[in-house]
């Protein structure tokens, strides 16, 4: 755990991960005077702030996005577009994420049966 103190105000950091274990993704920031709850955090639709007692549910307004919809919208505006590469995601940085998640799947030993070596 991580504590950070600035002025008045800290906050307590915890992070937990697993490949192995199914754990509830959840993201509870504590502060001084109460914490946030957010389930399923990095595709959040809602969060809970709870303060001095008091419980307040926030719900995030329906979008015309959700998922990989972002992506596909690039994809279709770049092809309409006849463009070969997308100015956000390049072919170089394709590659380089593409390397660095091969390294850390070698490192760690995970192995897909449907990839070959």
């Not at 199914?22 to 303060?51: C, H, R, T, V």
Request: include cysteine; hydrophobic fraction near 35%.
């Amino acid at each position: 755990m991580k504590r950070w103190r600035s002025g008045l105000n800290s906050l307590l950091v915890s992070v937990q991960t697993s490949i192995h274990l199914k754990l509830k993704n959840a993201l509870i920031i504590y502060g001084d005077k109460g914490s946030i709850k957010m389930p399923s955090f990095w595709m959040a639709q809602e969060a809970l702030l709870i303060s001095e007692g008091q419980e307040t549910h926030f719900r995030r307004p329906e979008s015309l996005y959700a998922g990989y919809q972002y992506e596909a919208r690039a994809v279709c505006n770049d092809i309409l577009q006849h463009k070969l590469e997308n100015s956000r995601v390049t072919h170089k940085f394709t590659l380089e994420l593409t390397q660095t998640l091969d390294r850390v799947r070698r490192e760690i030993g995970l192995k897909y049966s449907s990839i070959e070596d």
